[in-house]
């Protein structure tokens, strides 16, 4: 078994296949399922970490750990996350998180040295993809959105040759898809990779409200359908009911992972998936 990925503190990455920038700790989990096949098929993965998400909750750690920074926790719980997934090398770049009072006030990261260090890290790492967060920040988060713009101009800033995708793409008929900003170009299968997904959720403990009680009933509505979920959890329709609250109902709720094709670069051929997955039966391609 693989050591823990490791830390990073300069933007220096090894040469690997592929290179997924997020925004914070924990956003790996919306491409935990691709991260666990690209490594299964022997890929090295740099995974980078923009900024520590130090505005995240500190609900779930006020008695334990008071006094730890919130960034540092949520480094170690990325670390832990990665070598879940199979990930090769985490970056963590340590830029200020966007604290939800600045949200929709324009740009709030440093752009030009974002996307210079980004490019840099391209240019070590070399990789034939690149997968980050969609135009819209999959469901509309300002930092996501960011950080895409940003790798998109890193990548065409060193004239990347190889494929981007976002993740966090819409899946048809899933729950919460209707969020997310792009259709499929890709969807991945990522059933078989159940139980290292929700292992990799569990490390993230600061953050876990976060992707397990959203969905918990707040009017008369809701609850009459969370009933029904229950009452009927041994039929698919009343399953989708069920408030999320615990790992493996957040995996039953997206077996599949969608991804959207940003840009391939050069004369346009085959992206990434068409070359190495097109014979995976747990790959579909799109487009």
Known sequence: MREPAHAVGSPRVAKSDGVVVIAHPDDEIFASGTLCLLAEKGFRIALVSVTDGENGSRELLRHVVPEVPLGTIRRRELALSAWALGVTE???????????????????????????????????????????????????????????????AAARDVAFAGSVFSFAAQVGHAFFSWRFDQPSDVLIDARCFFRRRMASLCYHQSQSEFFLTPYAPRNIRNLLSVMFGFAFSFTEAGRKRVPIMTPDRFFNRFPVEGLAL??????????????HFSDDARVRIIV
Not at 265 to 273: D, K, L
Request: glycine content about 14%; aromatic content about 8%.
């Open 90 to 152: 985490v970056a963590y770049l340590g830029r200020e998180d966007i604290p939800p009072e600045r949200w929709g006030s324009g740009n709030c990261l440093d752009q030009g040295c974002l996307v210079s260090t980004l490019a840099e890290i391209i240019r070590q790492a070399d990789p034939k993809l690149i997968l980050t967060h969609g135009p819209h920040g999959g469901y509309g988060h300002p930092a996501h959105k960011e950080v895409y713009r940003c790798v998109m």
């Open 262 to 275: 940003q840009a391939t670069g050069g004369e346009r051929g085959p992206h990434f998936f068409q070359e």
